[in-house]
């Protein structure tokens, strides 16, 4: 049995310097004021032009970026690999809404399908449908409203996107994950996923379309597509992951009137993500899966699932993942045990991956339990080594 509290395996590849860093980073990150009066200080501070990007890059970013570019990213990569841990680059730039910026999104998407091709050390690529895409588009789309031309034109562009990166990573043999994103422009999403899904995916599984399972509805859709593609005859690639945006989803729903898509319960979510495993397990002639989890029990989960149904450890068709800088006890204990791996690892410029490093913040202080988790187990690491 995997022992994910053996600190020796979850932290050798950081020396002691790293792990201070990591001890004093979660230790701030575990104060609720900081992460919530963090954001508007550090906006504030870039528009008044203050000495401060140095000091995000060398401590938040440092922890949860691989780097500004590509390039930069290459120590992590080479290190990960070194204890069996694949890559999965994640260009983490948002909030730009104009056509010249998602092509140049797309652009640099396909470089990470570039970069990954004949490389055991990048075994996947991924993209968010709204960096190449217009967000009020795309809930137009999710509503089924009537666009006008140039809506439909700048609809037609967005499929010749997507299309262009699916088509790249089917040609260069590389796997790519479309991310879920907020209920109201998922439906869209998941339209565009199926529909390459269905063209790339006829012997393999090249393109995995992203559930999340805090909403109620996810393990019904997940069934429903796994009997599709066993129908029709194709792969349903899927990534599980319980979801990143539950506050802003129950505040919306109770503020404009409509059911709230959230499990009524933090067990109801688990129970659906353990049962999707099991589900995918048992029809895995037509899927392939990536867990993506910090949940200690779900990654057993899967790894008795594994045993049970005496599938190898190196299965391709199932992966673990964890986001770089987070549940190190997970990632390098399952790929010590010899199961595969990878990790998200953002990159791009400092200032333009501050939304996603906020909601790493946030999410280790509203997960219950996860700035704690991490904290204690680098302080047993570091009293370990003492």
């Known amino acids: 049995m995997i022992d994910f509290n053996n600190t020796e395996i979850a932290f050798k590849s950081k020396n002691n310097r790293e792990l201070k860093n990591s001890y004093f980073l979660f230790k701030a990150i575990g104060y609720n004021f900081l992460v919530k009066l963090g954001p508007p200080i550090i906006e504030w501070c870039f528009k008044l032009r203050l000495p401060i990007q140095g000091l995000i890059k060398a401590t938040v970013f440092k922890q949860f970026c691989g780097g500004e570019d590509i390039e930069d990213c290459e120590n992590a990569i080479d290190k990960m690999h070194t204890f069996h841990i694949g890559t999965i680059l994640d260009y983490s730039v948002e909030g730009e809404e104009n056509e010249a910026t998602f092509d140049a999104t797309a652009n640099e998407i396909i470089k990470t399908i570039e970069k ?49 990166i699916c088509a790249t990573a089917a040609r260069l043999n590389v796997r790519i994950f479309i991310d879920a994103e907020e209920s109201w422009i998922q439906d869209a999403i998941d339209a565009l996923a199926l529909d390459m899904i269905k063209k790339y995916n006829k012997e393999k599984a090249i393109v995995y379309n992203t559930l999340q399972f805090y909403r109620h509805d996810r393990l019904a859709f997940l069934k429903l597509e796994i009997e599709k593609a066993k129908q029709e005859n194709y792969i349903y690639g899927i990534k599980l992951v319980r979801g990143a945006y539950m506050e802003k989803e129950a505040d919306r729903a109770s503020k404009m009137g409509y059911l709230n898509p959230i499990q009524a319960t933090k067990s109801n979510s688990d129970n659906d993500y353990n049962k999707a495993l099991a589900f995918c397990v048992e029809h895995l002639n037509y899927t392939a899966i990536c867990a993506g989890t910090h949940n200690e029990e779900s990654c057993l989960k899967l790894v008795d699932l594994m045993q049970k149904n005496a599938i190898a450890k190196n299965d391709e068709r199932i992966y673990f993942s964890q986001l770089f800088g987070m549940s190190d006890h997970l990632s390098y204990n399952l790929a010590n045990a010899g199961y595969n791996v990878a990790k998200y690892l953002p990159y791009g410029p400092v200032k333009s991956v501050l939304p996603y490093l906020f909601r790493r913040a946030q999410e280790n202080t509203s997960v219950k339990g996860q700035a704690g988790r991490e904290l204690a187990l680098i302080q047993k690491e570091i009293a370990r080594r003492k």
């Open 116 to 164: 990954a091709a004949n490389n055991p050390k990048i075994p996947f690529s991924v993209f968010k449908v709204t960096g190449i895409a217009r967000f009020g588009l795309l809930e137009a789309i999710n509503n089924k409203k009537t666009l006008g031309a140039d809506e439909n034109s700048a609809y037609e562009r967005v499929c010749k996107r997507v299309d262009q």
